[in-house]
């Protein structure tokens, strides 16, 4: 049986996982870290070509000549997302090796990646560390995986990796555009993306680093997003990604007008507590929602002729406007969500890439999210408390990773446009189903029935006084909700084997995930 | 008695340095190391103000915030070079404080720094570890400072630094541009130098971290050279440099008609053997008779209609020329020589800032230095086995750095263009005073009396046979230069005390220095 105590947030967790102790969530900025960063180690230019051409026949060659055995940790990224075709090849080429019992440690998976279910069938792949988007997910939360996942922020990924909390044996990184000698950029190319920030961490820790790309130009391959100093080999496949799927569908503006409703509102709240105003800063995440609270923003910046200081991206084609017309200095962007921010990225030396150490590790010295003015956010809950979960949904699936939702909390406002309902279950709720955020850092809940501010925020509800905004409190609120549908949502079926843990920003265990049925 | 071991060059050495174990030079390439990199401690963003203002009065409260003791070692940058105002106002501070025995550790030293003798002979200052160009390089010779002070190339300050062979407990880095987070930019304000590259090893690895700027600018400082994520406090000084001064006078194209038939002689022969076609690569350092070499590179590209893949700087006005006509697509630049220098990397894509990690590190997977087709150096002494000393001269005083020239010797054409003689001095000699690269890794010697040939690079000798160069024995060279100068240069009154250990790339000593007269 599975020993479990309570952490500060009065959540049971596993004090264990995969046979290593876990610190449990000691509270918000209460855990003291005391060791030193990971310590990789020394290599030797008499190692390496001298003229520079790391180029190897293909990723099976690479993954033997980086000693691929069994129990390693092989890490992948999802700057291709839904598109990617390597890690996919990863795992086929580890499978022929027969090697087993590997944890795979992707900073995020995709419905693409299903093939991976195969490998955690037959023991190649143990078990995965990163976000599940879809049917990975929904495999894990059946209880079917052998080891237990963990989830992690984007922050708390390259925290986790900078600490040595997670050491990666073989980082495989896919790059849109390389060199011989492992520099790697994913601003062009077939197959651009963007940048690769999240592959700096791995690039920087991990004992071996192979780059694959299918775009192989002289050295030098400029700009260096990863730098082939850190890469040990290089694999050229045909094609590395579906272009057409790289690019998320996140990026469409929400029709329905019950969530235009709530992005307005967002945004109206913005300008009357006074958050917009010149020099000021703000990020608004991919959803539908998001997007349309950053058009209100944008319109109202135009009117007012009011000028951002930054905004931070995910970047579209609405922050790369809001750049070329001069409604902002910089764009700091941690990914690219459609075409037109791998231009801008290319092109405008304004638009900044930013990666999960200057963004979000906590374990740094400050980092720009507590920077930020505002922040919206999307939910799947949030409780009465503030609380709220981004992972699991009511029925107690684990069908979403954390991104830099985490991280992002710790901006000096931060906002959660949502509806109160989906598919008529309240999404405010007593308790939520798992805890990824804690509630004294969420400061505002936007819904279509009105705005919940946190009573910890005492200012901003005298900056509301008086105004025509709809402000409501929460519990009246989710009184109202379940009225509407008919009551408290269903409590889920849950088992007891906890299959996944949730990771708060400095490396403690915020929450479990239950199997479901 | 200080304990001499013989190395593998057959050079004495001391085995041990400031009290700790030193290894002997090994040969090139044969040093395996077999540690990890240093591990710098965790930090926390709960101890960083939330709002990224890290700003403090002044460097003294800096130094007692960041627990300034006796026997520290802090670090300083050589970006502002004879014009910079911040080392001296350091270790002002320091002496203020009243703490002994620092180890001084700047990338370089100038004239500009004289003050610090006083330092060292009130004992503030133990040693210093880093060029010594001028007058402390002077007082060193002399045998005048306690500790033993230890020379290194910009690669393998890196590399010491990486390795923890050096820990810095406090960094110091001018920025001529800065925001209150600690990004740092040297590419603009009023003492723009350019790049900040030196700085990069001590911002990720020393345990503390000041920024001082006089050019603070609303967060974000774009781009930041220097991550502010490294850097724990910001001082705002009035000045940091003297603009005027910052800028190396090595800019002049010489005038000499010997050196420039040197210059053309080393360009004409990059052109018999072969070097100069599409895609190739250089690299000229800064003196006189390197610029002349540019330039007649330059015209004959510009003749043949030839382009580079790229350049390597030290940047100026002749490198940003001829990437802005085209001639070369991009600049790898570790330094920028002049303001032209300085707006290019501001302006131009294709001008890119490279890193001692990037370009020189041999602790790493393979670094720049060894990709460039060519590279041109200087040299205070050349011996018949093609070693070369770029420190000392003849009378065996410690006048110069390091700098990139021992990074660069992995070159694959490494071209010494030297007067056979100066000041009535013979250059070429049966044994330098002091090695500092070994003659296995130069190539050629190109001397106004002829070219000398590593008889070890048959290539180079079959590609010039019946060409109209003046090919000649490196031997026969000196004997026809000890002819012209009267002989062999007279041998320096050396002491028995090592003043100065020099390092090789790889952290071993290849040469010690001894006190004159």
């Known amino acids: 049986m599975m020993k479990l105590v309570e952490n500060a947030a009065g959540r049971l967790v596993p004090a264990e996982i995969n046979g290593e102790a876990a610190t449990p969530f000691q509270g918000v900025g209460k855990h ?19 003229d520079g051409d790391k180029v190897v026949a293909d990723i099976k060659t690479a993954l033997v000549n980086a000693g691929l055995r069994d129990g390693m940790t092989i890490s992948t990224h999802h700057h291709l997302r839904n598109g990617d075709l390597v890690a996919n090849a990863v795992f086929a080429a580890a499978a022929e090796l027969g090697v087993e019992d590997l944890r795979w440690f992707p900073s995020a998976s995709f419905p693409v990646h299903e093939p991976q279910i195969a490998h955690l069938e037959s023991g190649v792949i143990h078990h995965i560390e990163g976000s599940m988007n879809g049917p990975l997910g929904d495999y894990c939360s059946r209880g079917e995986m052998r080891g237990m996942a963990v989830l992690r922020s984007h922050g708390g990924r390259y925290q986790a990796i900078q600490d040595g909390e997670v050491h990666i044996d073989i980082a495989v990184i896919a790059a849109p555009t390389a060199d011989p000698f492992g520099n790697c950029t994913g601003d062009r190319g077939p197959t651009a993306c963007g940048l690769l920030g999240f592959a700096l961490a791995d690039s920087q820790y991990a004992d071996h680093v192979i780059a694959v790309t299918d775009n192989l130009v002289p050295f030098p391959c400029v700009p260096w997003q990863i730098q082939g100093n850190h890469v040990d080999q290089v694999v050229v496949m045909d094609c590395i990604g579906d272009a057409s799927k790289i690019v998320s569908g996140t990026t469409q503006i929400t029709r329905s007008p019950d969530r235009l409703l709530i992005a307005e509102l967002a945004a109206r709240f913005c300008d009357e507590v006074g958050i917009v105003q010149d020099g000021f800063s703000f990020q608004a995440g991919a959803g539908g929602t998001s997007l349309a609270f950053a058009i209100f923003l944008r319109d109202l910046m135009r009117e007012r002729r009011i000028k951002a200081r930054f905004v931070r991206g995910g970047s579209n084609q609405y922050l790369v406007d809001m750049l070329e017309e001069g409604l902002t200095d910089y764009i700091l962007d941690g990914q690219t969500f459609d075409l037109e921010g791998v231009r801008s990225m290319r092109e405008n030396p304004g638009h900044v890439n930013t990666s999960p150490f200057t963004s979000y590790n906590w374990h740094g010295k400050g980092n720009f999210a507590s920077m930020l003015d505002a922040v919206v956010l999307g939910a799947t809950e949030v409780d009465v408390n503030f609380n709220a979960n981004v992972v699991t949904h009511s029925d107690g699936k684990l069908l979403h990773g954390i991104g830099g939702w985490q991280n992002c909390l710790f901006s000096r406002c931060t906002i959660l446009p949502i509806p109160s309902f989906r598919d008529r279950i309240p999404v405010i709720v007593d308790e939520v189903t798992t805890l990824c955020g804690p509630g004294e850092l969420i400061d505002v809940i936007v819904t279509e029935r009105g705005i919940a501010i946190n009573p910890l925020r ?16 929460i519990r009246e609120l989710k009184e109202e909700v379940e009225g509407i549908c008919g009551g408290k949502p269903a409590r889920p079926e849950l088992g007891e084997k906890v299959v996944a843990a949730i990771k708060w920003v400095d490396g403690t265990v915020i929450d479990g995930v239950r199997a479901v049925g």
């Open 32 to 50: 003291v870290p005391t060791g030193r960063k990971a310590a990789p180690p020394l290599r030797a230019c008499q190692d390496y070509p001298a």
């Open 458 to 473: 005492k200012d901003l509800i005298s900056a509301v006084h008086g105004s025509s905004l709809p402000i409501v409190g």
